[in-house]
Each structure stands twice: as structure tokens, then as C-alpha cells.
């Protein structure tokens, strides 16, 4: 009779064993609520591939055009604010 492989892949939160990592990774999913960061950097990707706009991925697909100029020099400020205070940090 042939023996059984070990399982080879621990749940961190509970310990099950997986032999499989997508079986590993469903679990992680469906009973502790948890994604991988990797999968979701991956279909922000798939989803430029396949002709989406960024826009549609940011929720930013149903702002008007002045509404976007708005956001954009919101975020240029808040970014020069956080430029002079690392500059004034480090010195």
C-alpha cells in the first residue's frame, strides 16, 4: 500500500493543513474574511488589460470632469504639505 503524502501548507490563524495553495488560499478567504495583497494588485492589472479605464477601478467613473481637476489639486496640495513637513523632519 502506497503512503499518504504530508500535508505541506499550514493556515496561519487555525492551523489546518492544505496540500494545495489555492486550496490554502480559499480558506483563508472564505473563513477568515483575508485576500492575498497579491491577488488584488493582479486584477487591478487584468482589469487595464482587458480595456477598462483606471477610473472605473478608482470608484472616480462618475465624476465630472471639474470634480476630477478638483480631486487632482486637492491631492498636489496635500502632497507639498507632506513634502515641507519630511523636509522640515529631516532637517
Not at 490554502?24 to 494588485?41: E, N, P, S, V, Y
Not at 487591478?44 to 479605464?53: D, F, I
Request: hydrophobic letters at 40%; charged letters at 30%.
Amino acid at each position: 500500500m502506497a503512503r499518504k503524502k504530508a500535508a505541506k501548507l499550514r493556515c496561519s490563524k487555525c492551523g489546518k493543513t492544505f496540500k494545495m495553495a489555492m486550496h490554502l488560499g480559499r480558506h483563508m478567504k472564505t473563513i477568515h474574511g483575508q485576500a492575498k495583497r497579491l491577488k488584488a494588485k493582479k486584477g487591478r492589472k487584468a482589469a487595464a488589460r482587458r480595456g477598462r479605464p483606471a477610473a472605473s477601478i478608482a470608484g472616480l467613473q462618475n465624476l465630472s470632469l471639474d470634480q476630477l481637476v478638483g480631486l487632482i489639486a486637492a491631492a498636489k496640495a496635500e502632497a507639498g504639505r507632506r513634502m515641507t513637513e519630511l523636509q522640515k523632519a529631516i532637517k
